[in-house]
C-alpha cells in the first residue's frame, strides 16, 4: 500500500510552461483526502520548493537542491554541503570554463549579472528572482557570508566540459536534470537520500512510497522506493528503473501517476 509519493517538478509535476496543472493539482488533493502524503523532492532551490509545495497543495515536508536539503515549509531540517575544498575547487573550475552558472550555496542561490538577466527572460519564477543574489565574484561573496556550496547547476552541452576534473574532487557526486546541464553535490547527497529523510519524518517505509521523477537525478529516489514511476518524456536510460511509465508532463502524467497510487 503507497502512504507517501515524491514528485520531481521540472519534466513531472509542472507541464512544459512551468505549471502546476488543474488535473495534477486535483489528483493531489484526492491524495491527501485518500491518507498518502504528497510531497516535492527537486533539484530547484528551497524556496522555489516550498512555494511550489504551497502551489500544488503539497505536504509541508519537501527535498530541494537535487537532495542536499531537506525543508519543512521555510525551515530547513537537514543539509548535505560539498566539503571544502573540494567545494571551492569546483566552483573555480567551473567559473573558468565560462558557462551559465547557479551556485547554490546553502539557502541562497548566486548567479552572474548577465545569467540574471538571461533567466529573466526564460526562467521566469517569482520564487527564484526574489531570492537569487546576483554577485559576479561567488566565491568571494561565499568567503564574506561564510556560506558553504551545496550545488552546482550549469547549462551547457555536458559533452563540452572537462568533466573527470570535477568527478575527481573528494566528496563530490555528478548528475543531471536534463540534456543540456551538470550538476554536483556532495557524494551521497541525493533525492533518494532525502526522501527517507522525509519518509522517516512521517513514519512511512521506504516501500511503501511511490517516486514520480523523469531525469538522471530522481534515480536514487526511483530506486529506494517501493514503486518507481517514471514519466513518458523521460530518456531511456530512467525509464529503465520504472515499475510504471506515465504519459508525458504534456499529457497530465503527474495527475495519471498520482492517481495510480491510489488503485
Same mark, same amino acid.
Given at each position: ?10 519534466? *513531472? ?36 520548493? #516550498?512555494?511550489? $509545495? ?10 530541494? *537542491? ?5 525543508? =519543512? ?31 547554490? $550555496? ?36 561565499? $568567503? ?5 556550496? *551545496? ?5 551547457? =552541452? ?8 570535477? $568527478? ?18 556532495? #557524494? ?25 521523477? =523523469?531525469? #538522471? ?16 518524456? #523521460? ?29
Amino acid at each position: 500500500m503507497i502512504k507517501l509519493i515524491s514528485l520531481d517538478l521540472d519534466g *513531472t509535476l509542472l507541464d512544459p510552461k512551468g505549471r502546476v496543472t488543474e488535473a495534477s493539482r486535483a489528483a493531489i488533493a484526492r491524495a491527501r483526502a485518500a491518507g498518502l502524503r504528497v510531497v516535492v523532492n527537486t533539484g530547484r532551490d528551497c524556496h522555489e520548493a #516550498a512555494w511550489f $509545495a504551497r502551489e500544488a497543495r503539497c505536504d509541508t515536508l519537501n527535498a530541494s *537542491t537535487g537532495g542536499g536539503m531537506v525543508s =519543512d515549509g521555510g525551515r530547513v531540517l537537514r543539509r548535505w554541503d560539498v566539503p571544502e575544498p573540494s567545494g571551492r575547487r569546483a566552483v573555480e573550475l567551473c567559473l573558468g570554463w565560462g558557462f551559465d552558472l547557479m551556485v547554490f $550555496a546553502g539557502e541562497k542561490t548566486l548567479v552572474s549579472s548577465a545569467y540574471k538577466k538571461c533567466l529573466e527572460r526564460y526562467y521566469p519564477f517569482p520564487a527564484f528572482h526574489a531570492h537569487a543574489v546576483v554577485t559576479d565574484d561567488p566565491l568571494g561573496y561565499m $568567503a564574506e557570508h561564510g556560506l558553504p556550496l *551545496t550545488k552546482i547547476h550549469g547549462e551547457l =552541452d555536458p559533452s563540452q566540459y572537462p568533466l573527470e576534473q570535477l $568527478a575527481a574532487l573528494p566528496g563530490v557526486a555528478l548528475t543531471t536534470s536534463s540534456s543540456h546541464d551538470v550538476e554536483l553535490v556532495a #557524494a551521497g547527497a541525493d533525492k533518494g537520500r532525502a526522501l527517507a529523510l522525509i519518509a522517516e519524518r512521517y513514519g512511512v517505509a521506504l516501500r511503501e512510497c511511490a517516486a514520480v521523477g =523523469d531525469s #538522471a537525478n530522481d534515480l536514487e529516489a526511483l530506486q529506494a522506493v517501493g514503486t518507481p514511476i517514471v514519466m513518458g518524456n #523521460a530518456p531511456e536510460n530512467v525509464k529503465a528503473a520504472a515499475a510504471r511509465i506515465a504519459p508525458s508532463n504534456a499529457e497530465e502524467g503527474a495527475a495519471w501517476a498520482i492517481l495510480s497510487c491510489l488503485e
